[in-house]
């Protein structure tokens, strides 16, 4: 390298304070969503959060106090970073139905579908959950406008993201070769029925 004699030390900046706990509050929110998605609300714990993301139970407690407060943040950070994709991604006139049937697909729609889920029968979970839910169908209201244009009516957009909301839950038991085959079939043919002529 030059400048860097073995005399020399190399300093990298320290981080912020900032910087660490950003960087904290992250590993902690992807090892929640990982621990949702593959072990379900029951058996997700704040101890196995933590180990997941390898903090102490320390670390995890000052930033999330609550079980509640630690998954519904991760799915939030989910929810905004799907979004921003979905509102970067170049989306053809023929493709918007498909794209928002992508967006309830993955580690975010299933963490989102244990809440769901959890948070009927859980009142903390779903006070927790109330505003979130609120948060989400907003952005899925702006991030379908966009998508849409003025293709789709406000109606025509809220009566899509339930159809694909449905879809996807019933996705989860059918075979990802027959799921392709449903939504190559019906997302069409409801994109025809409800576009602007």
């Not at 992250?26 to 903090?55: C, F, H, M, N, P």
């Not at 630690?70 to 918007?96: F, N, P, S, T």
């Not at 159809?163 to 043919?189: D, H, I, Y």
């Amino acid at each position: 390298m030059l400048g860097v004699t073995p005399d020399t030390e190399v300093v990298k900046p320290a981080r912020t304070q900032a910087e660490r706990t950003a960087a904290m509050r992250t590993k902690l929110l992807d090892a929640a969503v990982d621990s949702l998605v593959e072990l379900g609300y029951a058996r997700t714990t704040t101890q196995g959060i933590a180990r997941r993301a390898g903090v102490s139970r320390g670390a995890q407690l000052h930033h999330f106090p609550t079980k509640e407060s630690l998954v519904v943040a991760a799915v939030e950070h989910l929810v905004d970073k799907r979004l921003q994709e979905i509102l970067a991604a170049e989306v053809d006139a023929g493709r918007g139905v498909e794209v928002l049937a992508d967006a309830f697909s993955g580690p975010l729609f299933y963490a989102a579908l244990e809440l769901w889920v959890a948070a009927r029968t859980d009142p903390a979970l779903y006070e927790a959950t109330v505003p979130l839910e609120r948060k989400v169908n907003d952005a899925l209201r702006r991030g379908s406008a966009a998508v849409f244009g003025d293709r789709f009516d406000a109606d025509a957009i809220e009566l899509t993201i339930e159809l694909v909301r449905g879809l996807a839950v019933s996705a989860l038991f059918r075979t990802p070769e027959a799921e392709q085959s449903l939504r190559a079939r019906l997302l069409p043919v409801w994109e025809s029925k409800v576009e602007k002529s």
